[in-house]
């Protein structure tokens, strides 16, 4: 079976998750209590080993206190840079 995950978005959104958590000064297990995921769930989206569902980009936007909006944005942007280091 073919992957059709985008490992630059992976990385991207990852960097933002960890970001935010670190602005928020949060630990995995406190962005994961707040967001009501597992703490190896959060540890593996933050290595880039696995893609969030929609309801988890909601929970971790809860935990994390912003708009699912803003994380899509910044990770839209963080995306854009690494697709630019990548050429």
Known sequence: MRSNQDPALLRAFAAEIKAR???S??????????????????A???LGQTSPSLTTIFR????LE?????????T???Y????KAAK
């Open 21 to 23: 958590r670190a602005a």
């Open 25 to 42: 000064s949060l630990s995995q297990e406190g962005l994961a209590f707040a967001s009501g995921i597992t703490r190896t769930f959060v």
């Open 44 to 46: 593996k989206l933050e």
């Open 60 to 63: 971790l936007a809860d935990g």
């Open 66 to 74: 912003a708009g699912p909006d803003e994380m899509i944005q910044s």
């Open 76 to 78: 839209m942007k963080r």
């Open 80 to 83: 854009k840079k690494e697709l």
